[in-house]
């Protein structure tokens, strides 16, 4: 087997070592698109590192025989036809990552989809004529990191986002989506119809790693309620002002930081956990002698039990209010994005347990606290969510890491559910 | 009188119309160099704008008979000799701004001392010889917001900071304050030895607006203990790591944010206000599904009462040891500027005070919570520290305003000290 971790116990031996060898061949040149110092990747979407890993991409997947088209919203979709004029069952993730992300994170899944679309095409020749034709999809933005809202493009290709919204979103230096998807070359008019998703994705989490699982079956998606607030205050002087004058806009939006995680201990329990999170927080205008006029900052709730949810989501509003008189400031509620706890389909979390089944994989049903193209695809046709394990959980962090086992055990049970799918165990032939 | 603020109020009726109209047009003048949208300018150190105006107040100056030098660091001397071989008179204060600050701070104190040169100049020479020589400073960087600390250029020229060291100092763009100086070709090896400093400023507080009292004579500076923190965390996804496993920097550094106004609280009474504030807050990396890896922010605790600002200092590092625990970080302690509450030369208050009798102009005695350029140079030389009323208080802030009444209120008054410190009733003559 090849594997270049020799701390990894390598837990099989491979049947095609050959195939496995491509496989980290591709993932390693993959990863030194935008690689940082610290060996992870910075490839924001559409910015020229994003761009490079989509002509990359598109380099690979049409040496393996297929071919590459863009929708309005920059999806990249990589096409084999397998029976003309049949539905498409797509395999996917994200080549994008966050500012100095990790290189397993959806890149890991694109590039196992595609592995996994020529696997399983070669065995169904072997088989005869096959249901369905095969895709992969790199979905455009789903860090949401320079283009708000994270998961932008498969929510404009589920209909959940206007197509004309997204492409008019403004990076912080206003520079639309359109402009930096054309800037980049990757935009097309591409129309695709979907009869089943399957996505593959590193866990982002512990849960496999702590139960010595290789596979992990995903059962639902967390709740995520995620808002965008800006507090104002008023620009003032930091040594002249005294503290009644004060409407200090930096005080209220630490009180909110506070509060929050103070309501998520408060709501979590051992069975449902409530997670809260401020990943942006801007001050303006940000000068060593100024009282902040402005803090605009993005916060999130988060929960497997809707009830937990919906009771930490109303002290923190209550909490809000307070900190507006404590803090002499005004919080406004500007966008917010909701997604309700949902589950994905039973019968291919059965699908995929039976194919692990088969090629001595240990499994587990888990639950995602990440949002996943998948979240967006599972509200539009059959889907299927796979993980493999995370080093000690890390992720959006150059340390993301997960074994060359991990990964290329997770190539073969795609594969194998993938082969499935083609023969129309998951959703009939047409 | 020459006034275009109807609405306020003509205390007295100027004895020099003319001269009162020219400085008016000056100071208009200048406030569009670096004009903002919003009726403040930006003109941070060493910017464009703020070498704009430093060529601009050149151009005035000489064509007031004076002549201009730098020095290493950047400090502009406007020289007006008199006395060939006598020590020199300084009248100052600063021609850079905050982003987005108001059109008075500092820019008002240089203009008006520069008034007051030729006008006591003038007089002097009605008078017989006098025994200094005079001069007009613009101090290099009093603000500190894009190079830090605040107050460098006097810092430098009264001993407290090396001027290699300030040289050395790069913006957060990496640009240094030697390349800046450079660039806007405001930088020589000037030196020369003062014997008395004089500065006007705008209170940038209330006290004089809520007294009805036209002139501040500062008896003292604050205390102040100006502190750089960087909370240091670990990045981590926000939607996919557990609250146990997250080391959230944005967290620890909110959290001391709310600790030390709750610190400044709890230490003020009513005879010593406690204020803190925290300026600049800079999040790491600052994406929306991020948990922050690193925060820096700069905090200050001001008072006037030495026993209680050591009392509140201690509590306040106490506290951050405890959010060190609480939010599972770590907080570093970076680079310190400690003043402490110093008092003004009383004979300076005196004699301005007899001034400001004989000129009819209310006044009372005030301190000042921001630091000055005169904070630095009161160390080095006898010094007499002047504030004239600002609206509301408002300051760092486009909406900072001082009526044109009480802008020429203060150059009459500065013009009458200066004459008389050149008579040597401030220092004595050599």
Redesign the interface.
Known sequence: MTTQQPTEPTARSSAHPEQDAEFLNHFRSMSQIGATAGGGVDRQAATLADGQTRHWFRGIVESLGMTVHYDRVGNQFALLELVPGAPFIALGSHLDS???GGRFDGAYGVLAGAHAVIRASRAADAQGAPAFNLCVVNWFNE???RF?P?MMGSAVFTGKLDADAALDTADPAGVTVREALEAIGTVGDFRVDLAAYLEIHI????VLEDSGMTIGLVEST?G?NKYEFVVHG??????????A?RQ?A??G??????AA?AV??DF?TPDA?V?T???????F?????????RVSL?M?L?STDPEALARADAALFARIREIEVEANVRIERGAEHIWGAKAYDERGMELAAACAEELGLSHRVVR????HDSTNLKDLVPTIMLFIPSAE??????REFTSDADMLAGVDLLTAVTSRVLRGEFVPAP
């Open positions: 966050q500012p100095l860090e949401g990191c708000k994270s866990e982002q989490g512990r967390w995520a008023e620009q003032a002087h930091t040594g002249a002002t005294v503290i004058d200090d930096l005080l939006a630490s009180a909110m930081v506070v995680r998520a201990n979590s956990e997670i999170s401020c990943g942006e927080f801007t001050v205008p940000n000068s060593p002698v100024v009282v902040a006029s993005l999130d988060r995602t606290l990440a949002g959980g890390i992720s959006h962090n150059e």
